[in-house]
């Protein structure tokens, strides 16, 4: 089965500053998708941004973009001018031909 | 339109008991899955629907987990004889096709199960 790490447990930052996430995942398969979701307090889980592992241009969405590394099955999430309506766990998540892993999430603290 | 509905948001149990958790897909989503997320951890996959197919039961945990889905709509979540470990927050997602290119899930705000 692929696996999806995520190995910040916590991360924080300051308000109007950029914060990356990292996330890597093991996968055998050349043909996927890649998603990062955020889950606030309420924990409705929120898509925030996603990746055709066949497009080699990262994906964009308004302050939120990623760094998809393909060969290194590296995926993080940069968000730029935080905000704090940001904090919230975000997960990384794949998707394959068979399944969809999710990591174990990043904290996000956004510091006023 | 409206998103994925889940009930009850909260359900409190004695250990022993059987509970149903119910799962209300954005209409016209074809694909519909469960995921089990405990305490401060990531999503745990349960069990996949896509249309009329078999599901994908490979993520249930025992066989005291089962789920169906009638009229290729609402989904059920049923747990026998529920143990404290069972405690968690049950998350359900529709997407419009199973297929990898319709592959955005949205999901709903959750069941959150506590055994006693």
């Known amino acids: 089965a692929q696996t999806v790490t995520q190995s910040q447990p916590e991360m924080s930052v300051q308000e109007a500053e950029t914060v990356t996430l990292s996330c890597t995942y093991d996968?055998?398969?050349?043909?996927?998708?890649l998603f990062w979701y955020k889950q606030p307090p309420s924990r409705q889980m929120i898509l925030v941004i996603r990746?055709?592992?066949?497009?080699?241009q990262n994906a964009t969405e308004n302050r939120f973009s990623v760094n998809f590394q393909k060969a290194a099955k590296s995926f993080s999430l940069k968000i730029s001018d935080s905000q704090l309506g940001d904090a919230a766990m975000y997960f990384c998540a794949y998707r394959g031909d068979n399944d969809m892993r999710f990591g174990a999430g990043t904290r996000l603290t956004v510091k006023p | 339109g409206a998103g994925v509905s889940q009930s009850p948001s909260n359900k409190v149990t004695e250990k022993g008991k059987d509970v149903e958790l119910r799962c209300d897909p954005i209409s016209g989503h074809t694909a519909l899955y469960w995921y089990r997320q405990s305490l401060g951890q990531g999503l745990e996959f349960l069990i996949y629907f896509q249309g009329n197919s078999a599901p994908d039961k490979s993520g249930l945990p025992s066989d005291r987990f089962s789920a169906e889905r009638t009229g290729g709509s609402v989904s059920t979540l049923t747990i026998q004889r529920t143990q404290q470990e069972d405690s968690a927050v049950y998350l359900c997602?529709?997407?419009?096709?199973?297929?990898?290119?319709?592959?955005?899930?949205?999901f709903g705000p959750g069941t959150r199960l506590l055994v006693l």
């Open positions: 997602a529709s997407s419009l096709a199973g297929g990898r290119g319709q592959e955005t899930q949205y």
């Open positions: 990746q055709e592992a066949y497009k080699q």
């Open positions: 996968t055998s398969e050349s043909d996927y998708y």
